[in-house]
């Protein structure tokens, strides 16, 4: 017994120490964002942001997609989303934040934030004050009101998502202020593997998704795994094919675009997918 808590304690060890240098191998420093944003002319600007364990990578597919659809989308990868608690995070995405909106010239940006990113990030528009800079702030599988799936809590991140945290208590005591011209959109996966249950993913002052859509579940367990630079992660997404789909399903790409552009209305009449929608506001 002792030898196999061992032999654990390495290998988290080792994935920790893989997550932070990984991570801080592909962060950017404000000053360097804000030159991409600034190539996006009269294009919308749309920061893309990964959770924990994994980076940027992820959104190889959908960055593109973003592109042909008239966005300007820039990627940042916190360097310490994992390595420390997710709030103190949240003051990396509100200068990111920050030096996309200058760097672009735009008054207001767009947010498609996975997992942990998505939570530090709300922080980061809640709790630190960036919401004006921000228009349309998307947030898919994040453990806002904690989650059961994924009980490890080797890393400060992952404690933080546990259902009894004080950062869970907190957020869901927070929500934007009501003078916020934000729109905040939340999305689950009904079959997500790691958002137990998955309307965790659902909050108070957001525009709650639930997508129970049998295609997105099939094309997310017979697609080939997609290569990502980041063996971390290459090794979790045939473990987590569901919870991942949100970077990779073209229909689920569909659904951020009408969020970005739509309003209520038109969100909720969104054709092409299966889901539940409520409007926590």
């Known amino acids: 017994m002792r030898t196999a808590a061992l032999l654990i304690t390495l290998a988290l060890s080792g994935c920790v120490r893989y997550a932070v240098r990984s991570n801080a191998d592909r962060y950017i420093e404000p000053p360097a964002l804000a030159e991409r944003a600034a190539m996006a002319g009269e294009r919308p600007v749309v920061l893309l942001i990964p959770g924990s364990m994994i980076v940027g990578d992820f959104y190889d597919e959908l960055a593109p997609w973003l592109?042909?659809?008239?966005?300007?989308?820039?990627?940042?990868?916190?360097?310490?989303?994992?390595?420390g608690p997710i709030r103190d995070a949240a003051p990396g995405m509100a200068l990111a934040i920050e030096a996309v909106a200058q760097g672009s010239g735009q008054d207001r940006i767009h947010i498609i934030a996975e997992?942990?990113?998505?939570?530090?990030?709300?922080?980061?528009?809640e709790k630190l004050g960036?919401?004006?800079r921000v228009d349309r702030f998307i947030t898919f599988v994040s453990a806002h009101g904690g989650t059961t799936g994924f009980p490890i809590t080797f890393f400060p991140a992952l404690r933080d998502i546990q259902p009894d945290s004080a950062m869970v208590w907190e957020m869901a005591h927070s929500r934007l202020p009501r003078s916020s011209e934000t729109t905040a959109v939340s999305i689950s996966f009904c079959q997500d593997e790691v958002m137990k249950p998955h309307t965790t993913s659902a909050y108070g002052g957001a525009i709650n998704i639930a997508i129970c859509d049998d295609g997105v579940t099939q094309r997310a367990k017979q697609r080939e795994s997609p290569d990502v630079?980041?063996?971390?992660?290459?090794?979790?997404?045939?473990?987590?094919?569901?919870?991942?789909?949100?970077?990779?399903?073209?229909?689920?790409f569909e659904l951020y675009q009408t969020i970005l552009e739509g309003d209520l209305d038109t969100i909720r009449a969104h054709q092409?997918?299966?889901?539940?929608?409520?409007?926590d506001r």
């Open 130 to 132: 960036a919401h004006p």
């Open 272 to 279: 092409g997918l299966d889901f539940e929608l409520s409007d």
């Open 115 to 125: 997992c942990d990113g998505g939570i530090a990030t709300r922080y980061a528009l």
């Open 67 to 83: 592109e042909t659809q008239g966005y300007h989308p820039v990627v940042y990868t916190a360097p310490d989303l994992i390595a």
């Open 229 to 252: 630079d980041h063996a971390l992660g290459q090794a979790m997404i045939p473990m987590y094919r569901q919870h991942f789909a949100g970077f990779w399903d073209p229909a689920v």
